[in-house]
């Protein structure tokens, strides 16, 4: 092999080498990026006025006359878009009609009810059968000039005196306004209409909530319109665009095809809603940027469709504090035992063995042996209700870090320079005063170190509190018998099993972006930690 | 006891007036203490042996029934998952056998040699700075929760990979021997770059002399010395991988099959873990069902206290050749 190729295989290796790692950095930031990015507007987005409702009605907080005032500004160019809808549905709606026809003639009924009827009685009410299958039949006909000739049938009766003073007035009313919408809107289409248009009504309330006056719908996220912008944009295209799916033939995949709506309304007197909508959105939501840092503190209700998750930050909290308060007190006097006390004996490497296959059991196995021990055997020997507890996870996780604790104590105590522990000892402390009062403290930011990364661990971990701690939805514990809601559970459920959560995205990323913020805050500060105190130890 | 200073007679010794350790009658409270701290001390740290014992008891246990019914050998010889049937259940686990397999050695043949380069890198390439610089990064890719991969894996990277390949789902062995992969990397490359950097420095410097370059040096020479410390690094990236649940749980699609042909990724499988994640909390207690579930807990921990063992031996002999060197 000549020098140069060996060279230039070497320039290759090293380039590999330096590939394989940017490769694994770039891995990091990928998979970083978009939990970080699109987590993070769960908490800063553009909101809109539904969301400023929904903050002021449900929490309390904003400024009520400034919203009031919004509320007001919004509605009165939501008012034209309704008016557009209102117009155009009249005709259309023909078993709304329909309904009101019977009711009039029920009237009309109910009039001579009670007592005999003389003869123009009869003849009013028979009348008024007639005119009321007329005008039935009239709604119900797609053929323009059928419904013509009914409807005049209708109208021609308009002034007779048979009909004065009675509630069949109400024919003609209801005759005339739909002679003046069949003029426009061409029958034949009427069943198509219906159904574009009840997705046009289904978006509208969906991006500007129930309109003022109607009835509040029982479920919080139908009381509200999009409350974030970006969601409203997405709602505005579905009220922009039908889509349809075209048949491409066999074996191939359908094609997704956009129809404006305007094509699809064209000639109407429902087309004017869609310019108006694509044009004064904004002024119908007025969107602003804000930061929503009650998403930590916050419930969520819907399911997660809505509000944020301060529980399952408690119960994260609740259930890693109390795992390392069981963890790191074994785990330290394990590590000191073995720095201090334990020579290389049999029980040593017994021990040594059992800490690393603690820490190489499968998280799994961890849950699977809470769920046996502590949940099935424990819990109800020491009278505690059955079922998955905090106390249970905590014990659990506990369980898992403590080979983590272990190890990093015994690192730091170590790492103790043998002059303090010689200087204490010569001064005549036993070697428990020694250890306690000088190769502790010493060892105390390691020690801090591990603890930190133990509890990053043990906040992220899944599994082992699968069947001992986590539920997805629920109260907030009160006791620590009591199951609880976590990050990590959380952002499991909701993104394979909540499908209110499917429906809103960025509550879905704010989740796991809370976790991993919480657990790289942890690990930052341990790496800092570290940095500075292996400074120190080099006596810089 | 008392230490006393023996001094020559001919020699002006200094006379030491305190004894050097109190005796437990001038210093009860602390011989006391002592005592009762070396007690506790040994009590306290046996902890750890008796969770490992409470383990093995607790899941042996649970999974005992599942090994006296007549089914352990349809569980190694049958594909058929059907526990929870009511009429005819079956427990077949080569499928998810497989599936486990298949996930781990994949994921391995990804990170093990990224990780390995990565690690040659950092122990004899880059300066110390940048070293230090890189080793926290990847140890941050450590720290994030495997549910965090597998939101990442279900949400961004299989949508991405269905869009992308045009495949059917997004949720198959590809995306989750790729997501397997990251995270096993920063094992292999800590534990790697540990036993690379601990292989003697003379070694390296008798091949430069020799005149070899340093790729050569590293394959040759340094790689070589330090084997044990890799196998013991893959060996670990290896339990990593098949311990992990929520990721392959959230990645993997979870069905019971074997993809034909065998090797198709892009084919959704299921794992000893995703199984035991999956089915247990739908599984009323002490069924047959149940029992099952525990038996594939049981494998697994016997399986990765095997590796651990390896391990151990495999760093136990990097530590004494490299206590050599030093």
Redesign the interface.
């Known amino acids: 092999m000549t020098v140069n190729l ?2 230039l ?2 320039k ?3 380039t ?6 940017l ?3 770039a ?2 930031i990928g ?2 990026a ?2 970080l990015w699109r987590g993070g507007s769960a908490v800063v987005f553009k909101d809109t006025l539904e969301f400023r409702r929904l903050q002021l009605e449900q929490f309390g907080r904003g400024d009520p006359q400034e919203i009031e005032r919004e509320v007001h500004q919004a509605a009165e160019v939501r008012q034209r878009a309704y008016d557009l809808l209102d117009r155009f549905s009249a005709g259309l709606d023909t078993k709304d009609l329909q309904t009101k026809v019977r009711q009039v003639h029920t009237q009309v009924v109910e009039q001579f009810a009670g007592g005999d009827m003389d003869a123009q009685q009869r003849r009013t009410k028979t009348l008024s059968r007639e005119l009321r299958d007329e005008l039935l039949e009239a709604l119900d006909t797609d053929d323009a000039a059928q419904a013509e000739q009914h409807l005049q049938n209708v109208l021609s009766h308009k002034d007779d005196p048979l009909l004065r003073q009675t509630a069949a007035q109400g024919f003609a009313v209801i005759a005339e306004q739909y002679h003046s919408v069949i003029k426009r809107v061409d029958l034949k289409r009427r069943a198509e209409y219906a159904t574009a248009l009840g997705e046009v009504r289904e978006e509208l309330c969906a991006l500007l909530g129930p309109r003022l006056g109607d009835p509040q719908p029982a479920l919080i996220e139908k009381q509200y319109g999009a409350t974030r912008w970006d969601a409203a944009q997405q709602h505005l295209d579905r009220l922009l665009y039908a889509e349809s799916w075209v048949e491409q033939g066999q074996g191939v995949a359908n094609k997704k095809v956009r129809i404006p709506r305007d094509e699809q309304f064209a000639g109407t007197d429902l087309a004017a809603l869609f310019p108006l909508l694509r044009e004064h959105s904004s002024e119908m939501l007025l969107p602003q940027w804000t930061c929503y840092w009650q998403y930590f503190i916050d419930d969520n209700f819907s399911g997660h469709y809505l509000g944020g998750c301060g529980p399952e930050i408690l119960g994260t909290l609740l259930i890693t504090v109390l795992s390392i308060v069981f963890a790191l ?2 785990g330290v ?2 590590a ?3 720095v201090e ?1 334990a020579a290389d004996s049999l029980f040593t490497r ?2 040594r ?6 820490a ?10 809470g ?3 502590f949940v ?2 424990v819990q109800p020997r020491l009278g505690l209700p059955p079922g998955s507890s905090i106390l249970a996870g905590a014990l659990t996780l506990a ?1 898992l870090v ?2 983590v604790i ?1 190890r990093a104590s015994e690192e730091a105590i170590r790492a103790v320079p043998r002059a303090y522990r010689e200087a204490s ?2 001064l ?6 020694c ?1 306690v009062g000088v190769t502790l403290p010493a060892a105390l930011p390691g020690i801090l170190t591990g603890l930190i ?1 133990s509890m ?2 043990a ?5 082992p509190i ?2 001992t701690a986590g539920i997805a939805m629920g109260k907030i514990p009160q006791s620590l018998a009591q199951p609880t809601r976590t990050l ?2 959380g ?2 459920d909701m ?2 099993g909540d499908k209110m959560a499917a429906l809103a ?1 960025h509550n ?2 704010g989740m ?1 972006m809370t ?2 913020a919480v ?2 805050i942890l ?1 930052i500060v341990a ?1 800092v930690l570290r940095g500075r105190l292996s400074k120190r130890l080099r006596g810089l | 006891m008392q230490i006393g200073t023996q001094t020559q007679p001919t020699q002006q010794a200094v006379e030491f007036t ?5 005796s437990p009658a001038q ?1 009860w409270l ?2 006391l ?2 005592r009762l ?2 007690g ?3 009590a ?6 008796l ?2 014992g ?2 093995f008891l ?2 042996l ?2 999974a005992w029934p599942f090994f006296q019914s007549g089914h352990v050998w349809e569980a190694f010889g049958s594909k058929q998952w059907h526990p929870e049937s009511a009429t005819a259940p079956a427990f077949g686990m080569l499928t998810i056998f497989y599936g486990s397999a298949v996930v781990t050695v994949g994921s391995l043949l990804v990170a093990a ?3 390995l ?2 690690a ?3 122990s004899d ?1 880059v300066s110390f700075r940048v070293r230090q610089a ?1 080793k ?6 450590a ?10 894996a ?3 990277l299989a949508p991405f990979l269905q869009q992308h390949l045009g495949l059917p789902s997004g949720a198959n062995a590809l995306n989750c021997i790729l997501m397997l992969s ?1 995270m096993a ?1 920063p094992t292999i ?1 800590s534990v790697a770059e540990d036993s690379l950097s601990s292989a003697g420095r003379e070694l390296r410097e008798a091949s430069y002399a020799c005149g070899a ?4 040096t ?2 040759k020479v340094v790689v070589p010395a330090a084997h044990n410390g890799i196998i013991a690094a893959v060996i670990l990236g290896m ?1 990593r991988a ?5 990721l392959v749980w ?1 990645a993997s699609g979870n069905a019971t099959q074997v993809p034909t042909p065998w090797y198709d990724l892009t084919q959704s499988v299921r794992t000893m ?1 995703a199984t ?2 999956g089915e ?2 739908e599984t009323p ?1 002490d069924s047959q069902h149940y029992f099952a ?2 038996a594939v ?1 049981l494998m ?2 016997v399986f ?2 095997g ?3 390896v ?2 031996y495999l760093l136990s002999r990097v530590r004494k050749s490299s206590g050599g060197h030093a």
Request: charged share 10%; aromatic share 10%; proline share 5%.
């Open positions: 060996r060279l295989l070497n290759l290796f090293t590999l080498a330096l590939l394989s790692v490769l694994i950095v891995a990091l998979i970083l978009p939990i007190p074994l006097v394990a000191a035992h073995l006390c017994i021990l063995t059992c800490i690393n296959t603690l190489g059991v499968p998280s799994i196995v961890f849950g699977l042996f769920l046996a021990f099935i055997y369980l403590l080979p272990i000892l010569s005549g402390a036993s070697r428990f005063r250890f990364l990053s661990r906040a992220g971990e899944t599994a699968l069947f990590s559970y952002s499991y993104a394979v995205p879905q990323f796991v976790l991993v657990v790289l690990n790496i | 305190r004894p050097l350790l109190l210093d602390g011989w203490l002592g701290g070396a506790v001390l040994t306290i740290t046996a902890t750890s042996v969770a490992v409470l383990i607790f899941i246990r649970e040699p990224l990780g380069m990565a040659m890198l950092l390439i890189v926290p990064i990847i140890e941050l890719l720290a994030i929760p495997s549910v965090a991969y597998g939101f990442f279900a949400l961004v990251v990397i490359v370059t340093r790729a050569e590293l394959i339990m098949i311990g992990e649940t929520m959230m873990t035991i994640a247990m909390g207690k579930l525990f807990g697994l921990l990765s206290l590796l651990n063992l391990t151990e």
